[in-house]
Each structure stands twice: as structure tokens, then as C-alpha cells.
């Protein structure tokens, strides 16, 4: 049952979006988080869509995919659409006893349905198609200048790598302990919230004795294969950036420059 | 032969841990011992005899209160070797799931060239090797949760082999295997100690992989009881069972036997032999 979940939403595929430098998707998706935020009128805020939907359509992406990552933020939508459509002061166009409509509410509302859907695809495209290891790596290397300040950066990434190395294997343990204590009688599916979150006391020690025993092991083993923090370390996958990264990262700008020159002439 | 691990009067305890109050128990007494390089060596005794604690000594995890140990001729309580010393004697535990960094095979099987800064093309060549040598190249870009117990195993000796290290110390590798796992990981420590020439010590309470070894240490209460070939050791049943230990089935068949007043052989301690004199008995 809880083997079900999966972590991340990688997609795989063999898109040329799946295959740029994660380090440029995660500059590329910020320019684009940017421009997005940049757009004060239509045009430039269909501008910054069109780039996003032409990457979606490369990253052949299937669409109800992307659909199962906006519907979590429907109940966002609808409340801030019901705040601007109703509560914005200007020119009336609907009135029915105290609510009224105006058409600066209609029109802020729609600009922020669309700016928080693209907002959403566009980042979810970044982990649709980007497994999470490679995702963590990129962080790290992107990140590696703050090690300068003294910013644990190298442990922060195998933090990471670790926690999603682990997750599988502390999932299946929590399942065998579940049914270890249901078997020895324990209900975890009855009563209110206060005595199914006590129910959960005998599976979470159990869980985090086990877990810190791992660690434990995992350091031993560590140091048995000379792990001596992020120090004079080589990798088995450098990361390479070609010139369709650079193409990509230079288009994502140009639409970004495209979005404030709308903005200038019609500002 | 060279020596590849000389341990000498090894005195170990734990400190003591003054909260509970509990006093530091004598773990090793007095234990010494030479490993030849080559050599297939089978470490027995039961729980809290002290054999993983011996094992620990020999890639500087844990130094001798007293005495000396010295992996490939450097003394293990100096610390500036220590990455030396753990390049050159790999260690193997018995949970492959907590032995496991990364969640891709090959790139776990990277991570000991990853921390010793071996360049990239040289990692790549080795990585494969190693995989190659378990058996496990096909599965490098697996996810190691997808692979079974044995296979997760085997990749956590490539992890160690990758390091091209001139011995490995296995502590139980295949406790928490079933016997299809067991049979795999056998397979592959056996391979690598004749054909690649690794040094091998393996610490085990199973007598059928102790019986495969060129030569067993049986250790009880932090000292070293006897030592020989296997066949010896496991001829003196009454003595191993007095320690705790079983001998394997065939040899255990044989001392029965030999107890009901047949001729008998003690000294035999894998099937086939077990069955030939078994034919000799009925022929007679």
C-alpha cells in the first residue's frame, strides 16, 4: 500500500528538454518564474507562456500528466479569484446586493489564473523531467560558489542523496512494522484524530530506532569506502554543458526581454 | 608468502560509559594472528566472541587498547594512513541495505572512487570492471531498492572492489540473505579470491561457508580458541560444540556414525566426499 508512492515526478523520456543540463533547466525555469512575475499586461504575459507551452510540447510530456499537477492548487485558484473578482474597487459592471463585479476585478482575476497555472506547469516541467538525483546534483553545483562562505553545501546534496536513497527502504520497513503491530493487536484505523495519532506511537520508535541504526551502519560503511566530506572529490558524471543548454538558456531570456519591452510600450 | 594483516596481542574493550555506569568489558584479550596475502581465511565463533570486533581492527576502525595491528605493513593506530589503509582492506557488512549511498547502482559503486578523487575516465573503467566481476553490469542503472537482497549484496562488494583493494574483510555478508542470495554471494567471494587474488576473510557462523575457506579461526570470549584447515577443525566435533558451534551437516552425519561403531571419517566435510565413503560403508 505505501510502496505506491513515488518520489518526485520524474518522467522519463529522451526529450530534448530531458536531456539539457539540469543545471541550465533550473535557470532556465527561474528566467521563466521571473518573466512571469515581470508581465503587467496580456501580451507579455502570453509571451512568457508561449515559451513555457513550446518546452511543454517538446518534453512530450502527456498532457493529463500536467493536468494531475494543477489539480492540487484548484481550491488556490478559486479563493484568489473569488478575493479579486469581488473585492477589487473600479468600474462596476455587476451588482447583486453587496457583491459587486468590477471589470478591474474580472480582469486581475483572469491574469492570475493564468500567471498561477503557467507558474505550476512551468515547474512542474523542471521535475517531470528531471530525475531527482539529477536534480540534487545540479543544486549542488550550482550552489558550490556558497561553499566559499562557508555554506555546507557538499553535505546539504548528500543529505539529499541519502534522504532519497532511504525513503524506499524506510517505506518498506514502516509497512513490515505496521503489520507486525497489527498483528500483535494494535488499531490504528478506529477512534478520533487524538487516539489514531497516539495508535502511531508504537510505529514511529520502533521506525526511528531502526532508522538511527541504519545511519549508524551507513556512516560505519562510509568510512570503510574513504568518504572524507565534499574535499578533493571527483565524480563519476560531470555534468556538461553543450550548446543547446546555452540556446536554451539564451531563448529563455529572449522572452524575458520580450515580456519588459511589452511591458515598456504598453506600461 | 607476504603478510598482508598481522595482528599482535591485540587488547580491546569498549570505554567504559559512565552514565549507566556499565564497566568497560574486555571484548579481545589477547588476540593474535597473521592473514597471508591469497588467503582465504573463515573467522567463527558465536555472538560476542569477539570476531567483529577483530574484524574492525584490521582497516582501522577501531585500534587496540594494547598491542599492534598492522594492515599491508602500516601500523593502523597511525591515523595519517588511514585512507591508505582502507584503500587497500575493503570492508563488507552484512546489510547491503545500509552499506548503499547512492540510488543508482553504478554511481554507488562510484562513490569509494568519488571520495579517493580518481579522475573521471579512469572511474568510468573501474566502476565497469567491477560491476563486471559481481556479475552486475547489467543492472548499472538500476535502482538498488529494485534488486534483491543477494544482488544488493554483490553490489556492495563491487562498491569495494572498485577501490581495487588488496584484501576484504566481510563481516557476515550473508546473514540476511535467503539461500538463493547466500549461493550468489558464495559464488562471487570464491571468484575473487582465486581469480582476481584478493586476500579474503570472512566472518560467518555458517560451517558450510567456513568449510570453503582455505584455513578457519575459531575465536570464543575475545580470544582465539584454535585455528587450522578446515578439515581439521571441524574433525574435533565435541570441541566445536562446546564452543557453541556447529560443524557441517555431512561432517556432523559422519561423527554419528562413528559413534554407533562404524568406520567412519570425520575429517569429511562436503557432500560429495560425504557420499563416497557413505557408498564405501554400504559396499562393504
Do not use: W
Amino acid at each position: 500500500m505505501l510502496k505506491d508512492i513515488t518520489i518526485g515526478q520524474y518522467f522519463p523520456g529522451n526529450s530534448a528538454v530531458h536531456r539539457l543540463d539540469p543545471r541550465f533547466k533550473i535557470i532556465i525555469t527561474a528566467v521563466f518564474i521571473v518573466s512571469l512575475f515581470c508581465a503587467d499586461n496580456f501580451l507579455g504575459l502570453i509571451i512568457s507562456c508561449v515559451f513555457m507551452l513550446i518546452s511543454f510540447l517538446i518534453s512530450k510530456i502527456p498532457l493529463k500528466l500536467m493536468m494531475k499537477s494543477i489539480k492540487p492548487i484548484v481550491p488556490i485558484i478559486i479563493f484568489t479569484t473569488v478575493l479579486n473578482l469581488f473585492f477589487l474597487d473600479g468600474v462596476t459592471l455587476f451588482k447583486l446586493g453587496f457583491l459587486k463585479i468590477t471589470y478591474e476585478g474580472v480582469r486581475t482575476s483572469i491574469f492570475m489564473i493564468i500567471r498561477i497555472i503557467a507558474l505550476i506547469m512551468g515547474s512542474s516541467l523542471l521535475t517531470y523531467t528531471t530525475s531527482p538525483i539529477t536534480l540534487t546534483d545540479a543544486i549542488e553545483r550550482l550552489m558550490s560558489p556558497l561553499a566559499k562562505i562557508h555554506l555546507p553545501v557538499h553535505e546539504l546534496a548528500m543529505m539529499m542523496t541519502i534522504a532519497l536513497r532511504f525513503i524506499p527502504t524506510l517505506i518498506e520497513e514502516t509497512d513490515k512494522i505496521m503489520s507486525a503491530q497489527k498483528a500483535r493487536g494494535a488499531d490504528m484505523e478506529s477512534g478520533n484524530l487524538m487516539q489514531r495519532a497516539k495508535a502511531l506511537t508504537p510505529i514511529l520508535i520502533p521506525l526511528f530506532v531502526s532508522a538511527f541504526r541504519r545511519a549508524e551502519e551507513l556512516a560505519l560503511a562510509m568510512e570503510c569506502r574513504c568518504y572524507h566530506g565534499g574535499e578533493g572529490r571527483t565524480r563519476l558524471k560531470e555534468l556538461r554543458s553543450t550548446a543547446a543548454d546555452y540556446t536554451a538558456l539564451g531563448l529563455s531570456f529572449v522572452f524575458l526581454d520580450a515580456v519588459i519591452l511589452m511591458n515598456i510600450i504598453f506600461g | 608468502m607476504e603478510n598482508i594483516i598481522i595482528a599482535e596481542n591485540v587488547e580491546f574493550s569498549y570505554p567504559a560509559d559512565p552514565e549507566s555506569g556499565e564497566e568497560a568489558a574486555l571484548i579481545l584479550k589477547d588476540v593474535s594472528m597473521t592473514i597471508k596475502k591469497g588467503e582465504f581465511v573463515a573467522v567463527l565463533g558465536h555472538n560476542g566472541s569477539g570476531k567483529s570486533t577483530i574484524a574492525k581492527h584490521f582497516n582501522a576502525i577501531l585500534t587496540p587498547n594494547k598491542g599492534k595491528v598492522y594492515s599491508n605493513g602500516i601500523d593502523t593506530s597511525d591515523e595519517s594512513k588511514l585512507f591508505d589503509i582502507r584503500q587497500h582492506i575493503g570492508m563488507v557488512f552484512q546489510n547491503p541495505d545500509n552499506q548503499i549511498v547512492a540510488t543508482i547502482v553504478e554511481e554507488d559503486v562510484a562513490f569509494a572512487l568519488e571520495n579517493m578523487g580518481v579522475p573521471q575516465k579512469e572511474m568510468r573503467e573501474r566502476v565497469d570492471d567491477a560491476l563486471r566481476s559481481v556479475n552486475m553490469y547489467e543492472y548499472k542503472d538500476h535502482s538498488p531498492s529494485q534488486l534483491s537482497g543477494g544482488q544488493k549484496q554483490r553490489v556492495a562488494i563491487a562498491g569495494i572492489i572498485a577501490m581495487r583493494p588488496d584484501c576484504i574483510v566481510m563481516d557476515e555478508p550473508t546473514a540476511m540473505l535467503d539461500p538463493n542470495g547466500r549461493k550468489e554471494v558464495m559464488k562471487t567471494i570464491k571468484k575473487l579470491n582465486k581469480d582476481f587474488g584478493i586476500t579474503i576473510v570472512l566472518i560467518t557462523h555458517y560451517m558450510d561457508e567456513a568449510a570453503l575457506a582455505d584455513r578457519i579461526i575459531v575465536m570464543d570470549s575475545g580470544n582465539i580458541v584454535t585455528e587450522g584447515v578446515p578439515k581439521d577443525i571441524f574433525s574435533q566435533v565435541e570441541k566445536m560444540k562446546s564452543l557453541g558451534l556447529d560443524v557441517p551437516q555431512v561432517t556432523e552425519l559422519m561423527y554419528m556414525l562413528g559413534k554407533d561403531g562404524l568406520p567412519s571419517d570425520t575429517h569429511i566435510i562436503n557432500v560429495d566426499e560425504c557420499v563416497d565413503a557413505l557408498m564405501k560403508l554400504l559396499d562393504r
